[in-house]
């Protein structure tokens, strides 16, 4: 699978996307405190001005 970056013509690997990062700790069994990356992913996507989750909105 390939991910396009918008306004480029970039194609990158799905694989190297942020969303995989979970999957890789849980696959090598490294032990990991899952609330606190929830919370780290939950500040992440308000910063980048993603979204909101604590208060369930798409922030523009």
Do not use: C
Request: hydrophobic letters at 40%; glycine letters at 4%.
């Amino acid at each position: 699978m390939f991910a396009r970056v918008s306004g480029r013509e970039y194609i990158g690997d799905w694989h190297l996307l942020i969303g995989n990062i979970p999957q890789f700790l849980d696959q090598y069994k490294i032990d990991i405190d899952w609330n606190k990356m929830y919370e780290t992913l939950k500040w992440f996507l308000r910063e980048s001005l993603i979204y909101d989750a604590d208060h369930n909105e798409q922030l523009k």
